[in-house]
């Protein structure tokens, strides 16, 4: 196994096991044994435990990040398609690693100050684009006059709380009803698109 895969080895157990233990219950040990290394390989990869449990989250927040593009409001007749796209690509980045969606929306609030402060900073930034969005979206006629920050930060956490609940109660809806119930609520509330 070459250094690439060896490191990718480490990261994948580690997500499992800060998943099923949370950080704080997770030790090295249970990592290294999950991975089936030694100590010391672990910490040819890794400084520390906090440091593998901040680059699997700062993976994720990666993904997410390249999930969410800029929807086109030039053509109205595509915008519904466009915002319909957006949500299947953050709900399947999201459920197609369960583990690591759980480390996201539980495990890491609350790790520590700076944590807080750089899983503040993402949810800012991810706030953002939708603010601008959604006030582009006004612009055009296509949102509902209003707060479009507030829109935005009712929008994030509709969707982190049914991500949460999904996630840690295991509940099991297909991707589709996920993407098309989303959608419904947004189209009930401030967006004025129709499929």
């Known amino acids: 196994m070459n250094k690439t895969e060896?490191?990718?080895q480490i990261l994948s157990n580690a997500r499992d096991v800060f998943a099923k233990r949370g950080y704080h219950a997770a030790k090295i040990d249970d990592i290294v044994a999950a991975a089936g290394v030694a100590r010391?390989?672990?910490?040819?990869?890794f400084e520390d435990k906090r440091a593998i449990f901040e680059e699997?989250?700062?993976?994720?927040?990666?993904?997410?990040g390249t999930a969410i593009m800029r929807v086109d409001t030039e053509d109205p007749s595509r915008v519904?398609?466009?915002?319909?796209?957006?949500?299947?690509?953050?709900?399947h980045a999201?459920?197609?690693?369960?583990?690591?969606?759980k480390i996201l929306l539980s495990d890491a609030v609350g790790l520590d100050p700076a944590?807080?402060?750089k899983l503040l900073f993402f949810y800012e930034e991810v706030g953002k684009l939708?603010?601008?969005?959604?006030?582009?979206?006004?612009?055009?006629?296509?949102?509902?006059?209003g707060d479009a920050r507030v829109y935005a930060i009712m929008t994030l956490g509709a969707v982190k709380e049914l991500m949460y609940q999904l996630v840690m109660r295991g509940l099991d809806y297909p991707e589709e009803r996920i993407v098309a119930e989303i959608f419904q609520?947004?189209?009930?509330?401030?967006?004025?698109?129709?499929?």
């Open 130 to 145: 939708l603010e601008a969005s959604l006030v582009d979206g006004q612009e055009r006629g296509i949102v509902a006059a």
């Open 185 to 195: 609520f947004l189209a009930a509330g401030y967006l004025r698109v129709a499929r």
């Open 56 to 64: 699997i989250v700062d993976g994720t927040f990666a993904r997410l």
């Open 6 to 8: 060896r490191r990718q």
């Open 94 to 101: 999201l459920l197609e690693d369960p583990a690591t969606t």
């Open 80 to 91: 519904a398609s466009q915002i319909e796209e957006n949500i299947r690509r953050i709900v």
């Open 115 to 117: 944590f807080d402060r």
């Open 40 to 45: 010391g390989t672990f910490y040819l990869y």
